[in-house]
C-alpha cells in the first residue's frame, strides 16, 4: 500500500514537472509584444552588395502610405541618383501597403535598389495616440515610426531616417558619415541653424522654439524645465545611432511622452499641431548632435506663395517640404525641383495634382 501511494506520489510529480517545463518553453517562444507587433517583414527584394561588405552599405529608412507612395518613391529616386554607394532601403508601410510598394518598385526602374519592406503594425500604438491635432493626416501610424527603429527589423548599427516629402540633392554617403558626438543618439538640424529662412518663416507664422510645440500652460510641461525659447528641431531627417538609441531606452521615453499627452493634452493644443515631433523635442532636448543646415533646408510646404531664392535652392543638399502643400499636390511651391525625381505609377494609382492649363 506504502508503495503504491509512493508510486503515484512520484507520477504525481513528474506530471506536475512535465507541466512547468511545457509551460516555460511556451512562454521562451512567445514573441514579446512590441516585436510582434513591429517586425513582420515581406522578403529581402535585390540584396545587392549588401552581404560583401556591410561596412559600406548606408541603410535608410523611409515610410510609404497608399495615399502617398509616390512621394516615398521620388524619394527614394532621389537618394539613389545622387551617390555611388550601396543604399539599402527599409521601406516601412501598412499591411494593405505591402503589395503596393511592391508593385509601384518592381514595375519602374527603381527595380534595381536593394531593399526591404517591413510592415508596421499599428496597434502599438493603442492608448498613446488620440484624434486630438488639427491636422489629422499627422495622425497616420506611419508617422510614429521614427519612435521604433531599434524593434524593427534591421540590422544595421545607424541609420538615416527621411520622411516621404523629402528630395536629396547631394550624396547621403556625407550625411550617413555624420560624427555623432559621445553618448547622442541622433543627429537633427537646428532650427537655429537656417538664417536664409528666417524671414520666410516669420511670414507664415511658423515656430522654431519649444514655445510652438509644447503648452506652457501645463505643470507636466514646465515641470520639464525647458526654456520655451530654446531652438527646437524638426525630426523629418535625422541619423540614429541604434545601440546608443537601445542604450537609453530612447523608445520607451517617448513612449511614455505620448501616454502623458494622451492623458493630460501637453502638446496635441499647441500652435504647431501634431503629436510627433514634441516628444521628440522633449526626449532628445540638449542630447543630439547638429548636423549641417544644408542637409535640411525645409518649411516649403508652409505656404503656397513664399519661395526660396533659386541659390538657396541649389546650395541645400536636401529639401524638405514639410507643411500642408506638397510638391505632388496644388498649391504648392517649387514643384519643379520634386518632379524631377518623381517615378510615375504604373499602375495609375498615384497621380500628380496640377492645374488643368498647366
Known amino acids: 500500500m506504502a508503495l503504491l501511494r509512493n508510486t503515484n506520489n512520484f507520477l504525481l510529480l513528474l506530471l506536475l514537472l512535465l507541466l512547468l517545463f511545457m509551460m516555460l518553453h511556451r512562454r521562451q517562444l512567445q514573441p514579446h509584444k512590441h516585436t510582434d507587433a513591429l517586425k513582420t517583414t515581406r522578403g529581402v527584394l535585390n540584396p545587392g552588395r549588401q552581404e560583401e561588405n556591410e561596412s559600406e552599405v548606408i541603410p535608410v529608412v523611409i515610410c510609404a502610405s497608399e495615399e502617398r507612395i509616390g512621394a516615398s518613391m521620388a524619394t527614394i529616386n532621389s537618394v539613389r541618383s545622387n551617390t555611388?554607394?550601396?543604399?539599402?532601403?527599409?521601406?516601412?508601410?501598412?499591411?494593405?501597403?505591402?503589395?503596393?510598394?511592391?508593385?509601384?518598385?518592381?514595375?519602374?526602374?527603381?527595380?534595381?535598389?536593394?531593399?526591404?519592406?517591413?510592415?508596421?503594425?499599428?496597434m502599438v500604438l493603442k492608448g498613446k495616440v488620440k484624434p486630438s491635432s488639427s491636422r489629422p493626416e499627422l495622425l497616420n501610424p506611419l508617422n510614429f515610426v521614427r519612435f521604433y527603429l531599434p524593434l524593427l527589423d534591421i540590422s544595421h548599427r545607424r541609420v538615416i531616417y527621411l520622411d516621404d516629402d523629402v528630395i536629396v540633392q547631394d550624396d547621403i554617403q556625407e550625411l550617413f558619415h555624420l560624427e555623432l558626438q559621445p553618448g547622442h543618439a541622433a543627429a537633427f538640424a537646428s532650427d537655429c541653424d537656417l538664417?536664409?529662412?528666417?524671414?520666410?518663416?516669420?511670414?507664415?507664422?511658423?515656430?522654431?522654439?519649444?514655445?510652438?510645440?509644447?503648452?506652457?500652460?501645463?505643470?507636466?510641461?514646465?515641470?520639464?524645465?525647458?526654456?520655451?525659447?530654446?531652438?527646437?528641431?524638426?525630426?523629418?531627417?535625422?541619423?540614429?545611432?541604434?545601440?546608443?538609441?537601445?542604450?537609453?531606452?530612447?523608445?520607451?521615453?517617448?513612449?511614455?511622452?505620448m501616454k502623458e499627452n494622451f492623458r493630460e493634452n501637453l502638446y496635441s493644443s499647441a500652435m504647431a499641431g501634431g503629436v510627433a515631433t514634441p516628444p521628440m523635442l522633449i526626449v532628445f532636448h540638449d542630447k543630439f548632435t547638429t548636423m549641417d543646415p544644408l542637409w535640411h533646408v525645409r518649411h516649403l510646404g508652409w505656404s503656397p506663395e513664399t519661395h526660396y531664392p533659386e541659390s538657396t535652392l541649389q546650395e541645400a543638399k536636401l529639401l524638405h517640404w514639410n507643411g500642408r502643400f506638397k510638391p505632388w499636390d496644388y498649391p504648392c511651391v517649387h514643384p519643379e525641383r520634386w518632379e524631377k525625381w518623381f517615378v510615375p505609377d504604373v499602375t495609375g494609382r498615384f497621380k500628380l495634382v496640377r492645374p488643368k492649363n498647366k
Open 84 to 122: 555611388n554607394s550601396n543604399v539599402f532601403f527599409y521601406i516601412i508601410t501598412l499591411r494593405d501597403g505591402t503589395q503596393l510598394v511592391k508593385q509601384y518598385i518592381e514595375g519602374t526602374h527603381l527595380r534595381t535598389i536593394s531593399y526591404r519592406i517591413l510592415e508596421f503594425n499599428p
Open 195 to 257: 538664417p536664409f529662412s528666417h524671414e520666410m518663416v516669420r511670414s507664415v507664422g511658423m515656430q522654431t522654439t519649444y514655445m510652438g510645440f509644447l503648452d506652457y500652460r501645463k505643470q507636466g510641461v514646465r515641470d520639464l524645465g525647458i526654456n520655451p525659447s530654446d531652438c527646437s528641431f524638426n525630426p523629418g531627417v535625422f541619423l540614429a545611432d541604434i545601440t546608443m538609441w537601445k542604450q537609453q531606452k530612447v523608445t520607451k521615453h517617448l513612449e511614455r511622452w
